[in-house]
């Protein structure tokens, strides 16, 4: 197995086993104690303030228009847009997650729930889409290439002329000290995608013991730092055109634009 494809395997893996432990709080980690109430009302103001500025800029009649959401979660985001889309496809690499989400959104018909590979929007037809979101998602994936990856999904699953919204991670200063991160570091490096289950499950069972969660640690969690540049090349490289970057070298940049309409 190349180290792509064994990145893929184990953030499927610890995405399920993040589902199994609180799948609310690994979504959105600002609390541990969210009520279905509270955290669909964080997704809605997230809505608000992240995306409809920018839709209601573009003029988009979202209630003829079909959208996909990378790394859905739950369906935090998901239901917000599922009240003003005509149809969503919601992306996720964990099947736990997944099916949470499908069972708390029984009265939408029109989310299409959708199991991903951890490398691609593979099923999702080409030039389908009018937008494409994603939130607190590609700062949890491993490497460089998989987000960039991502982000040319995102432009070929566009329609000419629709949009994209998306963050990533791009802070390249430390945000601990020296001693949280020389912890952290030996955590990470217990449970990376090259140990052994055993050793993988030991060094989470040593993070409880020093009382730090095992569950947020490894690449999977502290994904990947992208200078803007990169993110930028990639997007015109695939045909978008970037209308702005938010907060350039902070860990919640925003690319925003929309793909060529020519």
Known sequence: MNKLDLETEIAHQDWD???????????????????????????????????????????????????????????????????????????????????????????????????????????????????????????HIPSKELVLRYVREMMRVLKPGGAFCFQFNSCTYPTMNWKGRLLWRLVDESVEADRSSWVRNSGRKIASVIGVDGLAAGRTWRGAVLNPREILETVWESGGLVHGIRDWGAPRTWCLGAKSGL
């Not at 432990?21 to 959105?28: E, F, V």
């Not at 939408?108 to 009018?130: L, Q």
């Open 17 to 139: 086993d993040r589902a199994r432990k609180n799948a609310l709080h690994y979504i959105c980690s600002e609390r541990n104690d969210w009520d279905l109430e509270s955290f669909f009302r964080s997704g809605e103001a997230d809505y608000d303030s992240l995306a409809a500025p920018f839709l209601s800029k573009l003029g988009f009649a979202t209630e003829t228009m079909s959208m996909i959401e990378l790394g859905c979660g739950v369906g935090r985001v998901t239901r917000s847009f599922a009240r003003r889309f005509a149809s969503v496809t919601a992306l996720d690499v964990s099947e736990e997650m997944l099916e949470r989400g499908r069972g708390l959104h029984k009265d939408f018909d029109n989310i299409v729930w959708t199991k991903g590979d951890g490398k691609t929007f593979s099923g999702v037809e080409s030039s389908s889409m009018h937008f494409a979101f994603s939130y607190l998602v590609l700062q």
